[in-house]
């Protein structure tokens, strides 16, 4: 990986109660993972753009979920005093 380059997770989650007959109670839970290779000048309003995709494609899935979270996660680690980027 080039050093002006940083590898990021993106999880998207979306859950909820959902009505089945037959059940008292049923709960509905989909999850997508990606990762991607952003350079270093990507703002969060850009990764805040590349969330909202990834809620659009995960409700076409399932429709009104109670919950949609996303997380983000960055590696990283200190190496001789340098920060290297791990992925």
Do not use: C, W
Not at 16 to 21: F, L, P, Q, T
Not at 41 to 69: A, K, R, W
């Amino acid at each position: 990986m080039m050093e002006d380059q940083i590898k990021v997770e993106i999880q998207i989650s979306a859950a909820g109660e959902v009505k089945i007959d037959g059940y008292d109670d049923a709960y509905k839970n989909y999850e997508i993972g990606r990762t991607k290779t952003l350079t270093k000048s990507v703002t969060l309003g850009n990764l805040e753009e590349m969330i909202n995709e990834l809620f659009e494609e995960v409700q076409l899935t399932y429709d009104n979920p109670e919950h949609l979270t996303a997380k983000i996660v960055i590696r990283a680690k200190k190496d001789q005093n340098k920060i290297r980027y791990l992925g």
